[in-house]
């Protein structure tokens, strides 16, 4: 798929599964401020991060290269929430989850989105050790430990970059093609960090701790 | 221009300086860049449209445009797979350019004239001399004139203080460093950063010209937006961070000899084999990202400044003689990421502020250097960038590591959970350093091609890495001493993030002089095929940044090519 502005999937199994794993990586949290007493402080998932993570899975790969992994008609988002699940189930039948599944809280979603928070952190690292059977996965992942390893350390930097970005705040314009979105209010991650923003200067000069002293040009 | 004498593939760091200096001389010269230009009249919507074909005067160059281009934003300038910083076509519907990954990590590259300068830090360290003497084949003595240019040129300063700077000195010194203010490092010490980033304006104090004002006058302006794309100055070349498209690109068109082409990739190097000058160069095919369109060039000189992935890339594509060199024996300085964050109780009396306030200053202004290990650098970067390095580990989830006893560290691993809000609350109070190792040249390491995949450009590279036994006893060390720089400097808590080995931010090594190329930069196999970039580095020149090495050789190589085939004496 080419970044050509269509929005998100609308695939319900895929959009639960990004959703859990969205907020397994930034939860929301209360935070005492001066003043003002104890605030919620938003997750990835209340502020959508996980269509970006949706968006750029599934625009990463040019045509060209997708049609040589007879994957044409695949979805990187979907191969990739296949995977999410394989590694669910292997923690499940280890017997190693931590509490009990609950398929309330994403009932469209697959095993990975029935786990608790932190047993999902658990999948992707029975994922990223290898310890699921490559043979039954998806095209790209299927016999590509590269790949598969490489995209956990994906799935944990692609939330953490959007939701300190200032993509949350392109609103309504947020899956447009990157030429097209605006920025509608105050990036919330920003504010979370206390980020004042892009910047015209700062004027902390303290001055220099030493000098070069340069030859001319033509020396 | 149709009868140049030399093309340049790649408008970066290395072809932009051999442009200027080749078109100083006399020739006229081409240069052909895969990606958009920012700030150029002639593309005033480069995502959107394919604009004009090329442009040759400096009166083409637009600040306003550019200022509107290079917005700030972190997500549209730096998103690696969307944003204007990345390795693709300059049409943004479009996904970027593949690259197969043989390992967990980033490839941090950027196509567009400028190349990787547009958001590079701009740190112009030398080379360690111990790394170049009776280990090149060329001394250390040989490229200090072509330093000294260089410098002169962008030009390169000691970067100015602000309180991440003032944090770190303060730490380096309580470990027990000396200050080497000093470009020719020969022993371990700490100091700022040599840097082509312009100095603060005298008016960097005065608060009766607003900040907006003085983004318009020449200097820095401290708004730490290096790695964003920094738009500060009155005209483009003047804009405070000294990227080649603000430096030596209005340079070079500044001749009257240099045309540069965006939006034209090169596909093919073409060769002729006669008896009088054997195998050589005598062209290149292009392909137009806009419209696909392929055309032929020539010239009597190609040099390639493609980078270290794709100058492999394209001799291999292009079927080149056989050489157990080329592409082979990457470096990328093993990188890794400690960070300390800190209570404003230590904070006041060092610096007198309670912050640290990361994204203040030049985002890479202090440094600290270890002949034979490497070095470590402050850096402090917009949060989306900050927060997606500490998920980039080796180690997986912080609570699989928990430290032993003695270790220096209280975090390992990428962050979760509490960990991850204490410390993103902690922004405006966390000092990061930016692990860089002296890492060995191994053969395995390198660029070679997909078997299978292609895209539109040829067979796709695949880049390798592994870290040697060596390489990885260096990175444990420069880890050990950043974590104690930042507990000395009274940092709460220290976090080792662990990075991958696959973090390609400084990549080098993959067509080394004396191998693939000689000490003037010649292609040993094909004559009149220069090489111009990263590539041709010996090795990872004691773990400093590349770029101001590849530019003084780029300088030595513009002199030593006139020389040998324009038959003129310098």
Not at chain 2, 499 to 505: F, S
Not at chain 2, 537 to 550: A, D, K, M, Q, R
């Amino acid at each position: 798929m080419e970044a050509s502005g269509r929005s998100v999937t609308l695939n319900p199994y895929i959009i639960s599964t990004f959703r859990s794993l969205v907020e397994a990586i930034i939860p929301p949290h209360l935070k005492q401020k001066d003043y003002i007493g104890t605030v919620h402080v938003a997750g990835a998932q209340e502020l959508h991060v996980y269509e970006y993570v949706i968006w750029i899975l599934d625009h990463s790969i040019a045509f060209p290269v997708k049609e040589q992994f007879n994957f044409v008609n695949g979805s990187m988002s979907k191969s990739t929430a296949e995977l999410l699940d394989a590694g669910a189930a292997r923690l499940i039948q280890k017997g190693q989850i931590f509490y009990p599944l609950n398929g309330t809280a994403y009932p469209s979603g697959g095993l990975f989105s029935a786990l608790s928070p932190i047993d999902r952190l658990r999948a992707i690292t029975i994922i990223e050790r290898l310890d699921i059977n490559l043979e039954y996965l998806s095209i790209p992942y299927k016999n590509n430990p590269v790949l598969v390893r490489n995209m956990m350390d994906v799935l944990n930097e692609l939330p953490m970059f959007c939701h300190y970005s200032e993509w949350p705040a392109y609103g309504k314009t947020r899956l447009l093609s990157p030429e097209y979105r605006r920025v509608e209010y105050f990036p919330p991650g920003w504010f979370q960090v206390q980020y004042p923003g892009p910047s015209f200067g700062y004027r902390d000069f303290r001055g220099f701790l030493a000098i070069i002293q340069h030859r001319k040009v033509d020396q | 221009m149709s009868n140049q004498d030399v093309i340049v593939i790649g408008a970066g760091g290395g072809g932009a300086v051999i442009a200027k200096e080749l078109g100083e001389l006399g020739l006229t010269v081409l240069v052909l860049e895969a990606g958009p230009w920012y700030g150029n009249k002639k593309w005033p919507n480069p995502n959107l449209q394919p604009g004009g074909v090329s442009s040759s005067t400096k009166d083409d160059l637009d600040v306003t445009l550019y200022k509107q281009l290079l917005n700030k934003f972190e997500m549209n300038m730096n998103d690696l797979v969307s944003g204007r910083f990345r390795w693709g076509p300059a049409d943004r519907n479009r996904s970027q350019w593949f690259r197969h990954a043989n390992q967990k990590g980033v490839i941090w590259q950027c196509s567009g004239v400028g190349g990787t300068t547009q958001t590079y830090t701009a740190n112009c360290p030398r080379a360690f001399p111990a790394a170049i003497d009776k280990v090149w084949p060329l001394s250390y003595r040989e490229l200090v004139p072509y330093y000294e240019k260089v410098e002169a040129t962008l030009p390169v300063n000691f970067a100015a203080t602000t309180a991440k700077e003032e944090l770190f000195y303060y730490g380096a010194k309580k470990a027990g460093w000396n200050l080497i203010p000093t470009l020719d490092v020969k022993g371990p010490g700490y100091r700022p950063q040599p840097n082509a980033i312009l100095p603060p304006n005298e008016n960097i104090t005065n608060l009766n010209i607003t900040d907006e004002q003085l983004s318009w006058m020449e200097g820095c302006t401290l708004a730490g937006h290096c790695i964003n794309g920094c738009p500060h100055g009155p005209s483009i070349d003047k804009i405070a961070k000294r990227s080649t498209n603000v430096s030596y690109v209005p340079l070079a068109l500044n001749t009257g000899n240099v045309c540069i082409r965006p939006n034209a990739f090169v596909i093919e190097i073409i060769t002729e084999n006669n008896p009088s000058k054997g195998l050589h160069a005598i062209g290149v095919n292009i392909r137009d990202t806009w419209t696909g369109e392929q055309e032929e060039l020539r010239a009597e000189i190609i040099v390639m400044a493609a980078g270290s992935i794709e100058s492999p890339r394209l001799w291999l594509n292009s079927g080149l003689p056989d050489n157990p060199w080329v592409g082979k024996g990457l470096v990328n300085h093993y990188m890794d990421w400690v960070s300390g964050i800190f209570d404003e109780k230590d904070l006041i009396p060092i610096l007198g502020t309670s912050d640290i306030n990361p994204y203040v200053g030049n985002t890479c202004a202090a440094r600290f250097d270890y002949p034979g290990l490497g070095t470590l650098q402050s850096v402090g970067m917009s949060p989306g960038l900050t927060a997606s390095f500490y998920e980039l580990s080796q180690s997986g989830y912080s609570f699989l590591n928990k430290p032993e006893i003695n270790d220096p560290w209280d975090i390992k691993g990428r962050l979760y959970g509490y960990e991850l809000k204490e410390s993103m609350d902690s922004y405006r109070k966390t000092l990061n350093i930016l692990v860089s190792t002296d890492d060995e040249v191994d053969q395995r390491n390198g660029i070679t091609l997909d078997p299978l995949l292609r895209d539109e450009n040829g067979f796709v590279p695949v880049v390798s890495y592994q870290p040697t036994k060596q390489s990885r006893r260096k990175r444990g060390q420069l880890v050990n001493l950043a974590a104690d720089l930042l507990r000395k400097a009274g940092a709460r808590k220290v976090i080792w993030t662990n990075w991958p080995a696959g973090m390609m931010i400084h990549i080098e090594s993959t067509m080394r002089i004396g191998f693939v190329v000689d000490q003037d930069c010649e292609s040993f196999q094909v004559k009149r095929l220069y090489i111009a970039d990263n590539s041709v580095h010996f090795n990872s020149l004691g773990g400093v940044n590349p770029t101001l090495t590849t530019q003084a050789l780029a300088t030595r190589t513009a002199e030593k090519l006139f020389k040998k085939y324009f038959n003129r004496m310098l």
